[in-house]
């Protein structure tokens, strides 16, 4: 079965891959190793979980602007999800997109769906997000 999700569109682009989605906000400052791509934070439910080539889903990040550093290494280092959506607009997860795609040329999509979209997604459907802000759910 095939859907399809209208998105906000934060940080355009096209990503595909298995969906991890966590059931909190994580912050990648002190939550993402972008060596390893693993959610290092050890209170977080999905500590241990390897975001890199995932489509990460997650309501927003959590904490402090340096997680657009993180976001930026883990896109130089080639961890980084492939694609990012999440139910509440991130400005710093957006701009650490965005500076990933100026200074390497490669960024993860950054999409916002509603709630009632956003409930429908579950770990390990297949999840493309494309240019045009849709976003396609296999199950």
């Known amino acids: 079965m095939r859907r399809n999700f209208r998105s906000l569109v934060l940080v355009a682009g096209s990503g595909q891959g298995l969906a991890l989605v966590l059931p909190q906000r994580l912050s990648l400052w002190g939550g993402l190793d972008p060596d390893t791509g ?36 883990a896109v130089r280092q080639g961890t980084a999800p492939s694609a990012i959506i999440t139910v509440e607009p991130d400005a710093i997860l957006a701009l650490g997109a965005a500076v990933a795609r100026e200074m390497y040329e490669k960024a993860p999509p950054i999409v916002v769906l509603d709630a009632a979209d956003y409930a429908q997604l579950q770990s390990d459907q297949w999840i493309t997000v494309n240019e045009d802000g849709f976003v396609t759910v296999e199950a």
């Open 38 to 73: 693993e959610i290092i934070d050890r209170r977080h439910p999905s500590s241990g979980e390897n975001v890199q080539g995932r489509v990460l889903v997650f309501p927003a990040g959590r904490g402090s602007s340096s997680a657009s550093s993180i976001l930026l290494e």
